[in-house]
């Protein structure tokens, strides 16, 4: 259940229709929709503009060459569509077509940057955002000429000026703005920040960004002095580095410990679903429906979607470890039931994200004592949970105020179990989309999925390194209070650097 910062997205998933036959090939057809100047509507099938009004279709993908680019070519990443322009990637998780060559389903979510087509354009491009973002912090008050007005419609002029305020008083003068591989490192005259998720309009003004403390600067000589630093930790803490398919691990500091993992257990139900299609009882290409009733609370954006509104396996599964979009997760979790998942975390009724957040509402207090009471009760727990199914979720503020709510209302995983649900999912191009703390360039390919809420992070990834070695690096720290989750991901970053 990431918790989202400072951040606004827009989302590039469009909604989809059933598949038919094809008259052209899926590689003419999205390269014909993502390289016209203009689009037209008779490439759309009607069940799809029914769904989706044709303005709705256009905006977003008018709004592609902003993000990324212009467009270069179709290719492919681990046998999915890749679409290359010249300032970064769209990896397209889902593309389907009638037998008349129009579109009835199409999904994307973003690639790899290291893939893009115009490193030139990309320098040019990232030296603009360097002295734009100068402006957002050289001048006080907030410059509001610089954000754009679909950034305000959901993010109001007011509150960006108090957290622009806020991060001036802390961190004092900003000094200057350095180009980094995977964003924008700003410091100041107390500290840095972090810029990612940069996105401009036509007229230079920003429609997305995030803002985060910049992670410190450590390294480590050897792995025992990792795992020493992060025993140093206080509350509770685990690390396992392991090399995939040998016995004994290069570190372990309580790899069998049970500890809450956040959106971490999301691994389980893309195995889930991995395992009931090479079965097959589902088909990547199935389709579920979103309900009102199917709605949690962010991170992510289907939240938002309209009620209706149909996603196929792959998509759900694609946003749910890329952008870890928690009503993407319970519609899945939702199609493969509950028994498969529980069964490879090992855990005993385990809740959806939805009924999780509902268990940690105040207003449902009681519901929680009735979840403590259950205890390992199975069936207890169930009643509980189908109950929480239908509670009323809290307002998201309430995760933003600083401390712990109802801790004990998570999934509890040991750092052993998380490497081998990584290991029978890294090879799916879902858990290659996002990196997370690794540099790509360092390795040959990356796996990754975390998570985290306030007092609760866990950091784990499947690299195999330049010289052929696969590992997986597991680490989770919980404590009853906000963690210091940028020294958590510096030092995992260390860790991770030695086993270049």
Same mark, same amino acid.
């Given at each position: 259940?990431?918790?989202?910062?400072?951040?606004?997205t827009a989302s590039?998933?469009?909604a989809?229709a059933?598949?038919?036959?094809?008259a052209?090939?899926?590689?003419?057809?999205?390269t014909?929709?993502?390289?016209?100047?203009?689009?037209?509507?008779?490439?759309?099938?009607?069940?799809?503009l029914?769904?989706?009004?044709?303005?709705?279709i256009a905006?977003q993908?008018?709004?592609l060459?902003?993000?990324?680019?212009?467009?270069?070519?179709?290719?492919?990443?681990?046998?999915?569509?890749?679409?290359?322009?010249?300032?970064?990637?769209?990896?397209?998780?889902?593309a389907s077509l009638?037998?008349q060559g129009?579109?009835?389903a199409?999904g994307?979510?973003?690639?790899?940057a290291?893939?893009a087509?115009?490193?030139?354009a990309?320098?040019?491009?990232?030296?603009?955002?360097a002295?734009l973002l100068?402006?957002?912090?050289?001048?006080?008050?907030l410059?509001?000429?610089?954000?754009?007005?679909?950034?305000?419609?959901q993010?109001?002029?007011?509150?960006?000026?108090k957290t622009?305020?806020?991060?001036?008083?802390?961190?004092?003068?900003l000094q200057n703005?350095?180009i980094?591989?995977?964003g924008?490192r700003?410091?100041?005259?107390?500290?840095?920040?972090?810029a990612?998720?940069?996105? $401009?309009?036509?007229?230079?003004?920003?429609?997305s960004?995030?803002?985060?403390?910049?992670?410190?600067?450590?390294?480590?000589a050897?792995?025992d002095?990792?795992?020493?630093?992060?025993?140093? $930790?206080?509350?509770?803490?685990?690390?396992?580095?392991?090399?995939v398919?040998?016995?004994?691990?290069l570190?372990?500091?309580?790899?069998?410990?049970?500890?809450?993992?956040g959106?971490?257990?999301?691994?389980?139900?893309?195995?889930?679903l991995?395992?009931?299609?090479t079965r097959?009882e589902?088909?990547?290409?199935?389709e579920v429906?979103?309900?009102d009733?199917?709605?949690s609370?962010?991170?992510?954006?289907?939240?938002?979607?309209?009620?209706g509104?149909?996603?196929? $396996?792959?998509?759900?599964a694609?946003?749910?470890?890329s952008?870890?979009?928690?009503?993407?997760?319970?519609l899945?979790?939702?199609?493969?039931?509950?028994?498969?998942v529980?069964?490879?975390?090992g855990?005993?009724?385990?809740?959806?994200?939805?009924?999780?957040?509902?268990?940690?509402n105040?207003?449902?207090?009681e519901?929680?004592?009735?979840y403590r009471?259950?205890?390992l009760?199975?069936?207890?727990?169930?009643?509980?949970?189908?109950?929480?199914?239908?509670?009323?979720?809290?307002n998201?503020?309430?995760?933003?105020?600083?401390?712990?709510v109802?801790?004990?209302?998570?999934?509890f995983?040991s750092?052993?179990?998380?490497?081998?649900l990584?290991?029978?999912?890294?090879?799916?191009p879902e858990t290659?989309?996002?990196?997370?703390?690794?540099?790509?360039?360092?390795f040959?390919?990356?796996?990754?999925?975390?998570?985290?809420?306030?007092g609760?992070?866990?950091?784990?990834?499947?690299?195999?390194?330049?010289?052929g070695?696969?590992l997986c690096v597991?680490?989770?720290?919980?404590?009853?209070e906000? $963690?210091?989750?940028?020294?958590?991901v510096?030092?995992?970053?260390?860790?991770?650097?030695?086993?270049?």
């Open positions: 259940m990431n918790r989202p910062l400072l951040t606004l590039v998933l469009i989809s059933s598949a038919q036959a094809q052209i090939t899926q590689t003419e057809a999205l014909r929709l993502l390289s016209a100047p203009e689009l037209r509507a008779e490439w759309f099938s009607p069940d799809f029914a769904q989706v009004p044709f303005e709705t905006a993908l008018r709004s060459p902003t993000q990324f680019g212009r467009f270069v070519r179709m290719d492919t990443l681990q046998g999915q569509p890749l679409a290359v322009y010249g300032r970064g990637t769209l990896v397209v998780t889902v009638d037998d129009r579109l009835t199409f994307a979510v973003p690639g790899p290291s893939a087509a115009d490193p030139a990309a320098q040019s491009e990232q030296a603009k955002v002295s100068e402006g957002l912090f050289k001048v006080e008050p410059d509001l000429s610089l954000i754009s007005p679909s950034f305000l419609e993010v109001s002029a007011d509150e960006l000026s622009f305020a806020a991060i001036r008083a802390g961190s004092g003068a703005v350095q980094m591989n995977a924008y700003l410091t100041f005259e107390k500290g840095a920040w972090e990612s998720g940069v996105g $401009l309009d036509d007229q230079g003004r920003f429609t960004l995030l803002l985060r403390p910049a992670a410190p600067d450590i390294s480590y050897s792995l002095e990792a795992r020493a630093a992060f025993a140093a $930790l206080p509350g509770q803490v685990s690390l396992l580095v392991q090399e398919g040998q016995p004994q691990p570190a372990d500091l309580n790899s069998r410990k049970l500890l809450a993992v959106s971490a257990f999301k691994l389980a139900i893309l195995g889930e991995q395992a009931q299609v097959g589902k088909q990547w290409t199935d429906t979103l309900t009733a199917d709605r609370l962010p991170s992510g954006t289907l939240q938002d979607a309209p009620s509104s149909r996603y196929t $396996l792959r998509d759900l694609a946003r749910m470890i952008q870890s979009d928690n009503t993407a997760t319970d899945l979790l939702k199609a493969v039931g509950r028994q498969g529980e069964a490879r975390l855990q005993t009724a385990m809740p959806s994200t939805r009924e999780a957040f509902a268990l940690k105040p207003a449902n207090i519901l929680l004592r009735a009471s259950a205890g009760d199975r069936d207890a727990r169930r009643e509980v949970l189908e109950q929480a199914t239908a509670a009323p979720l809290p998201a503020g309430l995760f933003a105020q600083g401390k712990t109802a801790q004990d209302v998570e999934w995983v750092a052993q179990r998380l490497c081998r990584m290991a029978n999912v890294a090879s799916l290659q989309l996002n990196p997370g703390v690794a540099a790509p360039a360092d040959e390919r990356v796996s990754f999925k975390g998570g985290s809420e306030i609760v992070i866990n950091l784990t990834t499947q690299v195999t390194t330049k010289a070695r696969t597991s680490a989770t720290w919980n404590r009853p906000p $963690l210091e989750e940028q020294i958590f510096a030092m995992y970053a260390a860790v991770l650097k030695l086993l270049r």
